[in-house]
């Protein structure tokens, strides 16, 4: 066999890679089209590929809507649920309660880290272009106020807001990541939520740095009104719309983990509202209650208010699911077993290091965590479908999320809502948040390595 032949999956692979970077950040293709594009291109590349049609080109493209298919069925409406309930959360003032109610307790010397905390908090099912808008105006007060630490607050939000954006489902990265790995979505939840802590600590004592060697000043705008605190509703049902799926999924995994092969009747019923299109829908119902009980909305207003957010999902979910037909298109290249041909050949692959540099590159090249975690999330499935792993496959979930938070610049749009909100020039965000959000990725990288040598949980 020539050596063209041998090494042919990768090299589709590799073109596949290369013209989803080339579509996106060359031709500023959307990137739906990209993905989708990039599938078919894989599948026509292939040699062999399943399906009832005779002609291989039709079959590639008929197998790539297949697999589109296959993803939207899988997070279509987990997403659309997170974007409702996101918007609900700040039309209602919760966002802003769970806030101010950390700064209340923590007090204002620690308030960074009350931001921090939100942030991280708020971007579980809230997006974190919204996080960033809610927080940045809390931010620019205290800075006024207080006359100093004005970056320590930007930096904290956003580096909170960044972690579980790429790390704990709903946000549509990581539950596109789960989904492709085929991991169980409590185990990623709280895999999540724990490897995020590290990062987000060093990220915030760096911080700390940073702003006492950069004086920064928040910009001028026009005063807004103050908010009425009396009129945001208690911490306790702000919190409830985000804590209760995440608990409920969490508790259906445990029962799952920990329970028997025999199912009683409580069994399946905590399994049915642990599942994550049932317990994303009664935290979306609680949010919805709270803020028709908070705005005295009816039910006409009520739908009126999930349009936008219906739309913005609607893109969302078009875009998880070129990245879902693309991945899926690669597992069907042969890719599997020519790594599987390299293991046997002797030649150890460290999967978490070629996760995140996969995720960093595609990061780098093209802007997007989102699109970075979806089309990394499909190759490495492809790389380690069949291969017995030294450690459990969540590790490589979370080495992809922190490959793709590794550095941003001027072609990702995160860059710019952070700098023009901010009032930062372009200088003093490469100066501060990409070189946090590199710290973020690279002491991630650091601490799934260690973690998966000590506690493999293979």
């Known amino acids: 066999m020539d050596t063209t032949a041998q090494h042919w999956p990768l090299i589709v692979l590799l073109i596949g890679i290369a013209s989803?970077?080339?579509?996106?950040?060359?031709?500023?293709?959307?990137?739906?089209?990209?993905?989708?594009?990039?599938?078919?291109?894989?599948?026509?590349?292939?040699?062999q590929l399943p399906g009832e049609f005779t002609n291989h080109y039709v079959r590639a493209v008929e197998l790539s809507m297949t697999e589109f298919g296959i993803t939207a069925g899988k997070i279509a409406f987990v997403?659309?649920?997170?974007?409702?309930?996101?918007?609900?959360?700040?039309?209602?003032?919760?966002?802003?309660?769970?806030?101010?109610?950390?700064?209340?307790v923590l007090g204002e010397k620690l308030a960074p880290i009350a931001l921090l905390i939100s942030g991280f908090v708020l971007s579980i099912p809230v997006f974190f272009d919204t996080v960033f808008f809610l927080l940045i105006p809390i931010a620019?007060?205290?800075?006024?106020?207080?006359?100093?630490?004005?970056?320590?607050?930007?930096?904290?939000?956003?580096?909170?807001?960044?972690?579980?954006?790429?790390?704990?489902?709903?946000?549509?990265?990581?539950l596109i990541m789960a989904e492709t790995l085929q991991l169980n979505l409590g185990v990623v939840i709280v895999a999540g939520?724990?490897?995020?802590?590290?990062?987000?600590?060093?990220?915030?004592?760096?911080?700390?740095?940073?702003?006492?060697?950069?004086?920064?000043?928040?910009?001028?705008?026009?005063?807004?009104?103050?908010?009425?605190l009396t009129q945001l509703p208690a911490f306790g049902i702000s919190i409830m719309p985000i804590v209760v799926p995440l608990l409920l999924i969490i508790l259906a995994s445990a029962t799952e983990y920990f329970g028997t092969n025999t199912e009683g009747s409580g069994t399946t019923f905590i399994n049915f509202i642990g599942n994550k299109?049932?317990?994303?829908?009664?935290?979306?119902?609680?949010?919805?209650?709270?803020?028709?009980?908070?705005?005295?909305?009816?039910?006409?207003r009520i739908t009126k208010s999930m349009e936008k957010p219906l739309e913005i999902a609607g893109v969302i979910i078009l875009i998880t699911s070129a990245g879902g037909a693309f991945g899926g298109m690669i597992q069907h290249s042969g890719?599997?077993?020519?790594?599987?041909?390299?293991?046997?050949?002797?030649?150890?692959?460290?999967?978490?290091?070629?996760?995140?540099?996969?995720?960093?590159?595609?990061?780098?090249?093209?802007?997007?965590?989102?699109?970075?975690?979806?089309?990394?999330?499909?190759?490495?499935?492809?790389?380690?479908?069949?291969?017995?792993?030294?450690?459990?496959?969540v590790y490589i979930?979370?080495?992809?999320?922190?490959?793709?938070?590794?550095?941003?610049w001027m072609n990702d749009s995160g860059f710019w809502v952070i700098c023009k909100l901010s009032g930062f020039t372009e200088k003093q965000t490469l100066q501060t948040w990409t070189v946090v959000l590199g710290l973020i990725g690279v002491i991630g990288l650091i601490e799934v390595l260690i973690l998966s040598k000590v506690l493999p949980f293979a």
């Open 193 to 228: 939520l724990l490897a995020g802590i590290i990062p987000a600590t060093v990220a915030y004592l760096y911080s700390i740095r940073l702003s006492r060697r950069l004086q920064i000043e928040p910009p001028k705008f026009d005063e807004e009104e103050g908010v009425d």
């Open 277 to 300: 299109n049932v317990a994303m829908l009664i935290g979306t119902i609680i949010s919805l209650w709270l803020l028709a009980r908070q705005k005295r909305w009816d039910l006409t």
């Open 335 to 393: 890719i599997g077993n020519w790594i599987q041909g390299l293991a046997t050949e002797g030649l150890e692959i460290n999967y978490i290091l070629l996760a995140w540099i996969v995720a960093a590159v595609m990061k780098i090249a093209q802007g997007s965590g989102t699109v970075s975690m979806i089309t990394s999330a499909g190759i490495m499935f492809s790389l380690i479908s069949g291969t017995t792993l030294p450690y459990h496959p």
């Open 397 to 408: 979930f979370l080495a992809v999320g922190f490959g793709a938070m590794f550095i941003t």
């Open 140 to 174: 620019y007060s205290m800075g006024k106020r207080i006359r100093k630490d004005y970056l320590l607050y930007v930096m904290a939000i956003s580096a909170g807001a960044a972690i579980t954006h790429h790390l704990v489902p709903p946000t549509p990265g990581p």
């Open 20 to 47: 989803v970077i080339i579509l996106i950040a060359v031709f500023k293709i959307h990137a739906f089209l990209s993905l989708l594009f990039a599938a078919a291109l894989v599948g026509i590349l292939s040699h």
């Open 79 to 104: 997403i659309a649920l997170a974007s409702i309930l996101g918007v609900a959360l700040t039309l209602s003032g919760a966002a802003e309660k769970i806030v101010l109610k950390l700064i209340d």
